[in-house]
């Protein structure tokens, strides 16, 4: 049991509309990555957010933004949405980095439909 | 570009047998690398890893081989059940910077009764 929650688990957009995805971490890590899966292929790094901070970042255009909030629960926002933006969203999280931070836990992910 | 390479796509097995899933990469920093289990509407979930100090690493029927300068590593599932029918991936990442996992394509694996 990873304890790492996303919602919604499934949502359906269309193009040009803004979404919002929300993750809450395990209990215990402060650092929460996000990740793009379309159907048939591995997750792809969107970003990371360690204590707040963006903490690297993917090959994605800056219409994928996030947060973390003091708690360490994130939220992945997406602008202008196109169809290929159709994927599951997961959310990772993990210890500090440094403490054993590079074991990342995965939460069930949300579906993004966008038509 | 794809930071790591996976192999076979997929791959059927008999139960009882060994399921054999290969992974290289090119990125020289990479120090942790860890296979990940997905089962259809779930999120990965962690099976095992392993740092390269190590050339193998061994959890129940898992095991992890890692050749170091041929900068590949594989999962063995040993005798393979049914339940084990998922989509495994393979990953890497330089646990210095502790951002960036990078995922092989996966491999889905179907053993059968």
């Known amino acids: 049991e990873t304890g790492v929650t996303q919602s919604p688990t499934h949502l359906i957009k269309t193009r040009g509309q803004q979404v919002t995805l929300r993750c809450s971490s395990q209990?215990?890590?402060?650092?929460v990555s996000w990740y793009q899966q379309a159907l048939g292929q591995g997750p792809q790094f969107i970003f990371q957010?360690?204590?707040?901070?963006?903490?690297g970042r993917g090959n994605f255009p800056p219409r994928f933004s996030g947060l973390q909030f003091p708690n360490y629960s994130s939220e992945l926002n997406v602008n202008a949405l196109e169809l290929d933006d159709s994927a599951l969203y997961l959310c990772?999280?993990?210890?500090?980095?440094?403490?054993?931070?590079?074991?990342?836990?995965f939460g069930p992910g949300t579906r993004l439909l966008v038509l | 570009q794809q930071q790591v390479k996976q192999s076979p796509q997929s791959l059927i097995v008999q139960k009882g047998g060994i399921s054999i899933i290969n992974c290289a990469y090119e990125?020289?920093?990479?120090?942790?690398f860890p296979w990940y289990q997905q089962f259809p509407g779930k999120g990965p979930a962690l099976l095992i890893a392993?740092?390269?100090?190590?050339s193998e690493k061994k959890e129940g029927r898992f095991t992890i081989s890692f050749n170091k300068s041929a900068k590949q590593f594989s999962l063995h599932i040993m005798d393979s059940q049914p339940g084990d029918s998922a989509t495994y991936f393979c990953?890497?990442?330089?646990?210095?910077?502790?951002?960036?996992?990078?995922f092989g394509t996966g491999t889905s694996l179907t053993v059968i009764p």
């Open positions: 957010y360690y204590r707040e901070e963006e903490n």
């Open positions: 392993i740092r390269p100090d190590v």
């Open positions: 209990s215990g890590h402060n650092t």
């Open positions: 990125n020289t920093a990479f120090d942790y």
């Open positions: 990953a890497a990442t330089d646990s210095n910077t502790g951002n960036q996992f990078y």
């Open positions: 990772a999280s993990s210890p500090a980095i440094g403490t054993g931070g590079e074991t990342q836990y």
